[in-house]
């Protein structure tokens, strides 16, 4: 068995795909790279029979038809022979020195007697002009040890773990049933939030890991092709809504966090019907506000009541300035497209 299965989705990566790949082999005999060709129509395909080629015992081709970020995770899943699993998108690459040390405390351990569910370590917006690259922390989480969710602190707002910071064991991604939607953007959430409550035990190191690549026109994060794809936002939106009844979660930080996750991505959710000002939009997200009405009364108090989620529905004209104005903000403190 492997100690660590990455999967690249690629689709049409050509230009990019050979840096990421590049940046994982150092890993060795301890993982497999499995580099998932979405149906691409450039040259992924003939670059990933080369790597597998070429490296037989680390590197394996996945082709398949274009099924979405979403299905080439889920084919990684299927796939994968390593104990723990990590998502590398083929326009990013990990740091070699974070790499390392990540390496050897996952082999320390997998030879523990406790099962590690998750592992945590930083990623960094690597913003296209910006000079300053801002690093994303798990901030109030006990480093360097294992630890429950009883032993995290507090949990800031704005903050949740996104896939770029999480390597989970890959058996507890098959065991929750996690499955992400064909032909979706933005699963990278449903992703993250799906096994959480089955997820017992954690561990952070506190290293820049992941590079997060951050300023192409076409990106999915890019607000203007957010604003377009607005509705595959709100499918992710109402999936993660009805995946769970929250208040059924037995662990109560566990359900908290799960509860601010929510939050936060509502809030994404109605900004970006708000930012593009149209009447359907807006009634979008007036439609999005009722389904979590009637699907839970109390959640969607719990929401509204919440600081991000009440500012996203201030009445009127003047109300859409504000929270568009911390939106601005948060872009800015934040480091998005």
Known sequence: MKLLSFAIPCYNSEAYMEKCIESILPGGEDVEILI????????????ADAYASRYPTICKAIHQENGGHGEA???????????????????????????????????????????????????????????????MRQTGFPQDCIFTWNDIRHFFKGHYILMHSVIYRTQLLRECGLELPKHTFYVDNIYVYTPLPSVKT???????????????????VNEKVMISRIDQQIRVNKIMIDEFDLWKIPNLKCRKYMMNYLEIITVVSTVMLLRSGTDENLEKKRELWRYIKDKDIRLFHRLRRGILGGAMNLPGKSGRKISVAAYRLSQKVVGFN
């Open 36 to 47: 998932i060709d979405d149906g691409s129509k450039d040259r992924t395909a003939e670059i």
């Open 73 to 135: 995770v889920n084919a990684g899943i299927r796939n994968a022979t390593g104990l723990y699993f990590k998502v590398v998108d083929s326009d990013d690459w990990v740091d070699q020195d974070a790499y390392r040390s990540i390496l050897a405390k996952l082999k320390e351990l997998a030879g523990g007697n406790k099962h590690l569910d998750m592992f945590l370590a930083n990623y960094v917006y690597e913003k296209e002009g910006a000079k300053h690259k801002r690093v």
């Open 202 to 220: 954690m561990y952070y190191m506190d290293v820049d890991f992941y590079r997060y690549f951050i300023g192409r026109d076409d990106q999915s």
